[in-house]
């Protein structure tokens, strides 16, 4: 086997493998956030979610950038993991298409598409057509890169002693599938392997059988790159990431005893060899998700077990993936994730406790609302300096806009978590001296924490969902708990004025109270008026 055999055989599968990134990297820089809306509006159910999948990915060409977003709905719960995976499979259907694209024999037409592709990506002054540019030259570059291929494997068909060692290791479906899933994970690109196996198969080097055996193993193999990357994850990305290596490999499984079958129902879909394979490719996609689509919350829940939620201490930022940086849309996106973390934190752990009764209360609450606040700082630093890291040459004026609005909130987060932790100074006051508040102060406390604790959860719903109208409601209802503040001081003074002896020795506390109730309203506002662009 000659030199430039295999320099054209590995130099037309890199320029296959380099057009594909080319390709993705440039449409998800251009559409990254209506790739975000969509995902958003139309995944309510399992059948939706599938469809959404398969047309996002058939544009991205890229089910990892699918998978990104999955992971920052499914973590702001807006989505349910049944959700995605119904997505999940819609995507793998859609990443089918670029191998689809090469069995119509248009390569003599490839260098077209680099010269196309290459003008906006030299010479447009808006981004966007610049990585639309891109998108078309990644394309043209696939093309190319099949047809260097073809011409590399077609004088291997002369020589018969490399034909029948082929054969004779394509006999045994299970160790081709293997040695696809290897190769796949090396390459990073399923549709690279399959598209040699197209080569291969053109030239009559390889047979239909062991052909399917590569998909059924570049179908395995593409997952090893989520699988990686999920490592240092989120465990929502940890659950997308085995969920789509669950149904791959289950998937080639299954097909694998039935291999002869799945031939004779590729073999009447064409002709023509190529697109056999190119239909196989689709066709097991396409079944995997008709078999496990139905059975997707049982899935989801299974996730759940095998992947369970890590405690609140267990790492500090879940979500701020590096891989994304060069990416702003979706850099951004992963610092929402962390922003609703830091909220649910807020929420969940330190709110319930802070207000509670002294009787009611656990040992060593103001230390355990310290630890909170102290994951609140940390995420606050990291969040500013992963803000800093993003790629500022990439950044739209939209863009730098919503930076600076998710650093004014996580700002407004982390100081929100010290007034929270002074709030459990003045409470530890209380409990040392054994005093309580009188009924009537304890009841109008109350009554103006619920008030600022369901505006806090209003807030963090309007930036969750982006919906301006709760984040209005936030803001004029402002001077509403102004009165009530007003009102809580008076009705104090009262109390005072009739030597109400548990007013007149809690004073200092309660007061203390009511102006830290306030300045977490305040916060509210402010994250509200970040929402609308008042920054």
Known sequence: MDFSLVTGLLGGLALFIFGTNLISDGLQHAAAREVQQILRAFTRNRILGMLVGLVITFFLQSSAVTTVLLVGFVSAGLMSLSQALGVILGAAIGSTFTVQLIVFRISNYALWGVIIGLIPYLFARRRRWRYFGQAILGLGLIFYGVMVMTAAVEPLKNYPAFVTDLNRLASNPWLVVL????????????????????????????????????????????????????????????????????????????????????????????????????????????????????????????????????????KVAEY?????????????????????????????????????????????????IREMDSILDRLYQAIARYLARVTQANLSEEQSVEEAKLLYIANDLEHLGDVVVEMARQWRKLEETGLEFSERGQAELQEMYSRVQKNFILVMDAFATNDVKLAGQVIKGHPEILRLEKELRYSHFQRLQEENRWSLETSAVHMDLINSLLRINIHNVSIAQAILGII
């Open 320 to 368: 701020l993936d590096e891989a994304v940086l060069d990416v702003p849309e979706l850099a951004l996106s992963r610092v929402r994730q962390e922003l609703l973390r830091m909220a649910a934190i807020i929420k969940d752990e330190m709110f319930p406790r802070v207000m509670l009764p002294l009787p009611e209360r656990e040992v060593g609450l103001a230390e355990k």
């Open 179 to 314: 040695l696809a899933t290897v190769f796949t994970a090396i390459v990073q690109s399923s549709a690279g392997p399959v598209a040699l196996a197209i080569s291969l198969a053109g030239q009559g080097i390889i047979t239909l059988e062991p052909a399917l055996a590569v998909v059924l193993g570049a179908n395995i193999g593409t997952t090893a790159t989520g699988l990686i990357s999920s490592l240092g994850s989120s465990r929502e990305a940890k659950r997308v990431a085995v969920a789509h290596f669950f149904f791959k490999v289950v998937g080639a499984l299954l097909f694998l005893p039935l291999l002869p079958y799945f031939m004779l129902l590729v073999r009447l879909t064409s002709p023509d060899i190529g697109r056999q394979i190119a239909n196989g490719h689709t066709l097991f996609n396409a079944i995997n998700m008709l078999i496990f689509l139905p059975f997707t919350p049982w899935v989801g829940r299974l996730l759940e077990k095998i992947v369970p939620d890590a405690p609140l201490t267990a």
